[in-house]
């Protein structure tokens, strides 16, 4: 079966929402927002807890330029990129959030709009909606995406491999054409069948990795789908070494690394060994708890190798007065409760964990990838503006911005019609092509996807985490290849399903991360290797005056 639109979006988290709802303004345009979970909620972006930046009081163009710039150690490319967010992103935030979407984002008492901090800004600029931002910018733009009747929101949807003219057409010749996405292979979870979804431009919005390491504050979701089908395709990725940790999750029994939002740290919450040391106040004088991430979460690894703490401790219960604690940070509340401890009497446990990957399908300033025909957006994509280190709460506002714009993209008359003329007839593009032995084979076992995949996240974040170097990213390479072996004859010979779909994106995702870490021996940001040569500075503050 050939689903046919002019447009196919995979993934609806915020960039996905925000390219549909850009392209369905012309309600001739048929739009396919595609997503493999039941409930099209169900995204990266549903569990933000920190906020969106926006332009706070006394802030200017400049400083948050600066700040971007300089939490990504300099490595933002092109700057002109960070430019363009800070510059259009807060007005998109007040168009399409706040004025179209309905989002309500906090006030304080006197009604004017309450701006958070996070580590790494300057001054409070983030709009936020408790700690459940994300959920609260999904629930609007959900509905207003689902009012839109030319807009299909496909769930239960995996989408297998993008499909262009070179790996897929019936033409011969196609193959010396450059490469040109038409759409993809999509496994529908009611029928366990493969449909071709053809499209004139496909956007790529299937969000990050951060399942592919052991310890991770992001949902099952994030398991490099659109990295590794993206790289099938043939287009360029790149960055894909600066993988981020978020400072602080929650380190108990059952919590499943649930984040704390670092907003606690902007509301005053301090980081503390266990006997009571305020170790950051030594490594960034000038910042303390609010240094960039990546500083903070080196800084907490260090404490914990060197002295062997098994977490370190941050105190929010000091910082703030306790009747407020539940209502500024829900999430954060519930989840402590639910591992029994109350953060209103008791410091917060925590470690780093994976939380979003800087790099990506590279992509110019309208989420225009190498691939004709293939756009990428969020944080599939690498825009170049996270540079080594993403400064917080610029994830959404980058999803939101390059939704938009390439959305506005295809959306032009001139562009719509260049990708008309490129679109063969559907007949050129075959139906799905099982491998042959795969045809009537079993179902995954499901023990053994779960043990390589797991045996591929404790690969990462043993070899490939926090801190690296030649020999663990070496014994990575090694066993990555190893298993890819035994993963790809797995997929050849079992019948297809969204488990192995993401046990062989989850292992090439890692392997991308791995072999990008291997090549570059010089540490910046968050790719810190232990023996290659460094382009971070010796402090913070000097980073700063280097600006
Ligand atoms: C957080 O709330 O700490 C996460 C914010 C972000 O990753 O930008």
């Known amino acids: 079966m050939a689903i046919e639109a002019d447009v196919l979006v995979i993934g609806c988290g915020i960039a996905g929402a925000a390219t549909a709802l850009r392209l369905s303004a012309d309600t001739q345009r048929q739009v396919v927002v595609l997503t493999r979970a039941e409930d099209a909620l169900e995204s990266n972006t549903r569990y933000a807890q920190g906020g969106i930046v926006s332009r706070g009081i006394d802030d200017s163009l400049e400083s948050l330029v600066r700040d971007m710039l300089d939490a990504t150690s300099g490595l933002a490319e092109p700057p002109g990129a960070v430019r363009l967010l800070a510059k259009e992103g807060p007005a998109l935030v007040r ?16 009604g004017a709009l309450a701006f958070g901090r ?40 995996t989408a297998v491999d993008l499909i262009t003219s070179s790996h897929h057409s019936a033409d011969p010749l196609a193959v010396y054409q450059p490469i ?88 005053g919450a301090k980081l503390l060994t ?19 991430r990546d500083v903070v979460s080196r800084a907490i690894h260090h404490e914990m190798v060197e002295h062997g703490y098994p977490h370190v401790l941050l105190d929010l219960a000091s910082a703030m007065p306790k009747a407020q604690i539940p209502e500024r940070f829900p999430t954060v509340h519930a989840s402590c409760l639910a591992a029994g401890l109350d953060p209103t009497e008791e410091p917060i446990p925590v470690v780093p964990a994976a939380h979003y990957h800087c790099g990506g ?58 990708l008309a003329d490129a679109q063969p007839a559907s007949a050129d593009l075959p139906s799905w092509q099982p491998v042959s032995s795969a045809v009537h084979a079993e ?22 985490g926090l801190a690296r170097n030649t020999h663990r990213l070496k014994r990575a390479l090694k066993d990555l290849n190893h298993l890819w072996e035994m993963i790809d004859d797995f997929y050849r010979s079992t019948r297809l399903s969204d488990e192995l779909v993401g046990l062989r994106n989850t292992a090439q995702a890692a392997w991308i991360i791995t072999s990008a870490a291997w090549h570059n021996r010089r540490s910046c940001g968050t790719h810190f290797r232990e023996d290659g040569q460094s382009r971070t500075f010796a402090s913070l503050d000097d980073t700063e005056s280097r600006l």
């Open 118 to 157: 996070e580590g790494g800004h300057t001054i409070p600029r983030i709009l936020h909606v408790g700690d459940m931002t994300g959920k609260a910018i999904m629930d609007g733009l959900l509905s207003l995406l689902r009012a839109r009747t030319n807009v299909q929101l496909v769930t239960g949807a």
């Open 443 to 464: 179902g995954a076992d499901h023990v053994l996807v779960f043990r390589d995949q797991r045996t591929i996240q404790n690969i990462m974040w043993l070899y490939v």
């Open 95 to 110: 168009k399409r959030l706040m004025d179209d979407a309905g989002v309500a984002f906090d006030r304080d008492t006197h």
């Open 180 to 267: 040109r996405c038409h759409g993809a292979y999509v496994l529908d979870s009611l029928d366990g069948r493969v449909h071709r979804y053809l499209a004139k431009a496909t956007v790529l919005a299937a969000g990050g990795i951060g399942r592919v390491y052991r310890h991770t504050t992001n949902p099952p979701g994030a398991r490099g789908d659109g990295l590794a089908m993206a790289s099938r395709s043939g287009a360029r990725t790149i960055n894909t070494e600066y993988v981020q940790f978020h400072p602080t999750t929650l380190a108990l029994p059952g919590s499943n690394n649930a984040l704390i939002s670092e907003a606690v740290r902007g509301e």
């Open 361 to 418: 399908v590279q992509v110019d300033t309208y989420g225009r990838s190498t691939v004709q025909g293939l756009y990428a957006v969020g944080e599939v994509s690498c825009t170049g503006v996270h540079g080594a280190n993403r400064l917080p709460s610029t994830s959404l506002l980058e999803g939101l911005l390059w939704g938009e714009r390439a959305g506005a993209h295809i959306a032009s008359r001139e562009q719509s019609a260049a």
């Open 274 to 292: 266990p006997d009571g040391r305020h170790f950051m106040a030594q490594v960034a004088p000038k910042w303390a708890d609010l240094a960039p």
